[in-house]
């Protein structure tokens, strides 16, 4: 089976950081696209940011400037620094993978769990 855990949501005050992380485990064979979504209470999932094997990025118009991601392929890991955060941001943060598996022929979308974060002073 394959599974996303991630980890490092909390509470912090506007303008701090935050650096969430999300390993993808299991018996995968590939990962392409990888990426963050949030979603607020009584609104829609959306697209934070998201990066390829080869490091191409893509970031809402939100979070341009203030968040950046990154991934460590050989830990099949992706990674989300915050910075300069907002109370706009509070949120339930989900990883987001298209993996491969040994067994299969086609890629599927995986989901993390979701992760708290939560800007307030």
């Known amino acids: 089976q394959v599974q996303l855990v991630e980890s490092g949501g909390g509470l912090v005050q506007p303008g701090g950081s935050l650096r969430l992380s999300c390993a993808a485990s299991g018996s995968i064979f590939s990962i392409n696209p990888m990426g963050w979504y949030r979603q607020a209470p009584g609104k829609q999932r959306d697209m934070v940011a998201s990066?390829?094997?080869?490091?191409?990025?893509n970031y809402a118009d939100s979070v341009k400037g203030r968040f950046t991601i990154s991934r460590d392929n050989a830990k099949n890991t992706v990674y989300l620094q915050m910075n300069s955060l907002k109370p706009e941001d509070t949120a339930v943060y989900y990883c987001?993978?298209?993996?491969?598996?040994?067994?299969?022929?086609?890629?599927?979308?995986?989901w993390g769990q979701g992760t708290q974060v939560t800007v307030s002073s």
């Open positions: 987001n993978a298209y993996i491969l598996r040994m067994s299969s022929s086609s890629y599927t979308a995986y």
């Open positions: 990066i390829t094997s080869g490091g191409n990025t």
